[in-house]
Nanobody, 122 residues
Framework: QWQLVESGGALVQPGGSLRLSCTSSKFTLDFYTIGWFRQAPGKEREGLSCINSDSTNYADSVKGRFTISKDGATNTVYLQMNSLKPEDTAVYYC?????????????????WGQGTQVTVSS
């Protein structure tokens, strides 16, 4: 049983938008640091963004196009993705760590979701 569940992945045209969701039935996400990652075929996993009560952070590759946010009422962390490009095609994962420090400094996450596929293609 996955402790985190991602959803919202889909096939979208270049220039389009998607919003990914990360939820948990086990953890109250407001109390933790949540990160978004992606992995494309044949490539290493890439950290995209993170959020906690102390900070948010974005990788240069998505800064200005992706926005991370959280909704405590629904226990959900979102990744809004705009101006999508074919190179954004990957499986997207959310992950959780109990560390609550400036999240740019966090290098390891404890729990991971199963991933959701995002494909950007015309």
């Amino acid at each position: 049983q996955w402790q985190l569940v991602e959803s919202g992945g889909a096939l979208v045209q270049p220039g389009g938008s998607l919003r990914l969701s990360c939820t948990s039935s086990k953890f109250t996400l407001d109390f933790y640091t949540i990160g978004w990652f992606r992995q494309a075929p044949g490539k290493e996993r890439e950290g995209l963004s993170c959020i906690n009560s102390d900070s948010t952070n974005y990788a240069d590759s998505v800064k200005g196009r992706f926005t991370i946010s959280k909704d405590g009422a629904t226990n959900t962390v979102y990744l809004q993705m705009n101006s999508l490009k074919p190179e954004d095609t990957a499986v997207y994962y959310c992950a959780l760590t109990p560390l609550v420090i400036p999240c740019v400094a966090i290098t390891e996450y404890t729990y991971w979701g199963q991933g959701t596929q995002v494909t950007v293609s015309s």
